[in-house]
């Protein structure tokens, strides 16, 4: 059973298009989470999710909507998507945190905005 | 602010090799660090992390990483590397209860 899931996988689109990008996690976690990874590979937390409510938003602009339907469910919708939102695109989630607890990973969605 | 810098960006190192990944970090409150592994195409994994107690943490894997607080390091090592360790490993901290910084990440390259 695959405990964090993502989908797409993969998504290419055009600029100025809306896309969404869904997660869901069967771990039973309260906290989700989205990453953007770059070409680089630096990872920079997006948003911060626990029991359906937003708790962190790290200054992300605001084309990017994250919506928490129910505690498993961790959807990212994009509004006019621009050349520099190209990007891997991870979620996780764990346990309730204190700062102590294990993120699990889900496989990513590479976005490519042409 | 809270932040970790990996200073090496890529390590290739021969097999059966030891190997140090780097990190630092910078918090002015009690830390919780953490060692993430992702292998290509695929999504993070825990690897070994340090709440507290002993400063020196193991995985099951073989590497190891020893927190040091004078120094504001938590260096990852193994004393031998297979092929299969080839991946990028990334250093993190939590800041807070909801957010966790990573650094930049240290690829790890397996030469045989």
């Known amino acids: 059973d695959t405990a964090v899931s993502q989908t797409p996988k993969y998504l290419v689109t055009q600029m100025g298009n809306d896309k969404s990008i869904k997660c869901e996690q069967n771990?039973?976690?309260?906290?989700m989470y989205w990453y953007k990874q770059d070409s680089k590979k630096f990872l920079k937390i997006m948003f911060s999710?626990?029991?359906?409510?937003?708790?962190i938003n790290e200054t992300v602009p605001n084309r990017f909507s994250p919506k928490s339907p129910d505690k498993a469910h961790l959807n990212l919708h994009i509004n006019s998507l621009e050349l520099g939102d190209s990007a891997v695109y991870f979620c996780?989630?764990?346990?309730?945190?204190?700062?102590?607890?294990?993120?699990?990973f889900g496989p990513g969605t590479r976005l490519t905005v042409l | 602010a809270q932040s970790v810098t990996q200073l090496d960006s890529q390590v290739p190192v021969f097999e059966e090799a030891p190997v140090e990944l780097r990190c630092n970090y910078s918090s002015s409150v009690s830390v919780y660090l953490f060692w993430y592994v992702q292998y290509p195409n695929q999504g993070l994994q825990l690897l070994l992390k340090y709440l507290s107690g002993s400063t020196l943490v193991e995985s099951i894997n073989g590497f190891e990483a020893e927190f040091n607080k004078s120094q504001t390091s938590f260096h990852l090592r193994k004393p031998s590397v297979h092929i299969s360790d080839t991946a990028e490993y990334f250093c993190a901290v939590s800041v807070g209860t909801y957010k966790y910084i990573f650094g930049t990440g240290t690829r790890l390259k397996v030469l045989a």
């Open positions: 771990l039973g976690h309260d906290t």
């Open positions: 999710y626990n029991n359906k409510e937003l708790i």
């Open positions: 996780a989630s764990s346990p309730p945190t204190s700062g102590m607890s294990t993120q699990y």
